[in-house]
């Protein structure tokens, strides 16, 4: 019964809580109705108790837990989630660690997950939705993967227009989320490094300022230090 799964899962979390984690991240502004505090790495173990199941990580998801959020897409099957309630998932997305997540045990694995990039990426009305795109890239770079050259190409131009961009606006979030983007897709070659760095001939005043000199900096040591 789902009911009994929930309440056995609001059981362990309970036996894992950690006050002093919950009431840091309040302190914080991350606010949620219930906190456990539970650290990831438990959350995790959780998980592994469990038989993945679409019914359980909706129930999951639909709920303002922490916890719940943390779990829905370490227990969503892959081959059970719709287009469609992917972008209903990135719209509902609270906080950072949740992107973080969802990007990570869900989204990269997804069989349209080139679709879901485009869709994403062009999407500047939902608060997480670029900044997905990116955490979907980093995984999915990490992991040595690739994608379709339509969407590599529009991951170079709306990496350069995230960081350098100045009437663009993107968020801290999204910045960091690019420039991790980069650096992983700079690691895979030194022609896709190459690529990278070059992207930022075309900004000479953003590169005048001390935030396009760090963040070039940055990725120039990475890609050294990985050649």
């Not at 998980?47 to 199941?53: E, F, L, R």
């Not at 979030?173 to 990278?196: C, H, L, N, P, T």
Request: with cysteine.
């Amino acid at each position: 019964m789902l009911q009994d799964e929930l309440k056995e899962i609001r059981t362990q979390l309970r036996m894992a809580m950690n006050g002093i984690i919950s009431t840091s991240m309040r302190e914080k502004g991350v606010v949620y109705k219930l906190n456990f505090g539970v650290p990831l790495s438990e959350v995790k173990e959780i998980a592994a108790k469990h038989t993945p199941s679409s019914e359980l990580a909706a129930a999951l998801w639909k709920e303002d837990i922490r916890e719940f959020k943390l779990l829905a897409p370490m227990l969503q099957p892959v081959e059970e989630f719709p287009f469609k309630q992917a972008e209903q998932w990135v719209k509902e997305i609270p906080y950072l660690e949740i992107a973080e997540q969802c990007s990570r045990n869900l989204f990269c694995k997804l069989p349209y997950v080139d679709n879901l990039l485009l869709g994403l990426i062009f999407n500047v009305e939902d608060e997480y939705a670029r900044t997905v795109a990116y955490l979907i890239w980093t995984e999915l770079f990490k992991g040595g993967k690739d994608v379709s050259a339509p969407v590599r190409a529009a991951f170079i131009v709306e990496c350069m227009r995230t960081v350098a961009w100045p009437d663009f606006g993107a968020s801290w979030k999204e910045k960091q989320a690019a420039v991790r983007a980069m650096k992983f897709y700079g690691r895979q070659s030194a022609d896709r490094a190459k690529q990278i760095l070059s992207g930022f001939d075309d900004f000479p005043e953003f590169m005048e300022t001390p935030e396009g000199q760090e963040i070039y900096n940055v990725l120039k040591f990475e890609f050294e230090y990985y050649s």
